[in-house]
């Protein structure tokens, strides 16, 4: 069973740029999350997609976005890129009735020059 | 606030010692899980266990036990005869128990665990 897949691996932008992730959940998960890793502030919740809808958002500000699509993929778009933004960022699906327990992605490595 | 604190940030010791990571949290809700993930080297953050708030039962799977103890607000993870395979980052995380916000995971900073051969 193929896990959470998440293009691309690496990339670098710059400044006002903007970026969109990928990520193809585990078959048959319908809920999609993302997460932010950096050094300084660790883990971080950006939001979760179940059947197309946002079911929960973190404190980002609205330069992060996402949306689901209905075969469960997501994608996750960051607008004009700040230096903050270069993080790890993280992909993780799950099925139902199993809360919290997450399946990640080897994640995507966004670098802001 | 929902906050989990992981006051070990590095922890070294040599293989088949025992070792034990602290987890302490802090919450007002009245019902809530408990997760604790490993994220090894190679990045992909794997699921190792969840508890819910009613359930301090201690647990044990193999080399790994678990012991929740909601008087001190402590979830601690201890490796028996550590491996160096058990090198990691391993974070502690706890989430409302509400439907629809399980998944909204809040993380500790983590701690780094060296297994020297």
């Known amino acids: 069973k193929a896990g959470v897949t998440q293009t691309p691996r690496y990339l670098i932008k710059t400044r006002g740029q903007q970026v969109t992730l990928s990520c193809s959940p585990i078959s048959g998960h319908r809920s999609v999350s993302w997460y932010q890793q950096t050094p300084g502030q660790g883990l971080q919740f950006l939001f979760e997609?179940?059947?197309?809808?946002?079911?929960n958002k973190g404190n980002f500000p609205g330069r992060f976005s996402g949306r689901q699509f209905s075969n469960s993929r997501s994608e996750m778009n960051v607008s004009t890129l700040e230096l903050g933004d270069s993080a790890l960022y993280l992909c993780a699906s799950s099925l139902g009735g199993r809360p919290g327990e997450l399946f990640f992605g080897e994640g995507s490595r966004l670098t802001v020059l | 606030a929902q906050k989990v604190t992981q006051a070990q940030t590095e922890i070294s010791v040599v293989e088949k010692e025992d070792v034990t990571l602290d987890c302490v949290y802090e919450t007002r809700d009245t019902t809530y899980y408990l997760f604790w993930y490993k994220q090894p080297p190679s990045g992909e953050l794997v699921f190792l266990i969840r508890?819910?708030?009613?359930?301090?039962q201690n647990e044990i799977s193999g080399r790994y036990s678990w012991n929740f103890q909601k008087s001190t607000s402590s979830f601690n993870f201890t490796i028996t005869a550590s491996q160096v395979v058990d090198s990691a980052v391993y974070f502690c995380a706890l989430s409302e128990a509400l439907r629809g916000a399980t998944n909204k995971l809040i993380f500790g900073t983590g701690t780094l665990l060296a297994v020297q051969p």
């Open positions: 508890r819910n708030s009613f359930d301090e």
């Open positions: 997609y179940f059947s197309e809808t946002q079911r």
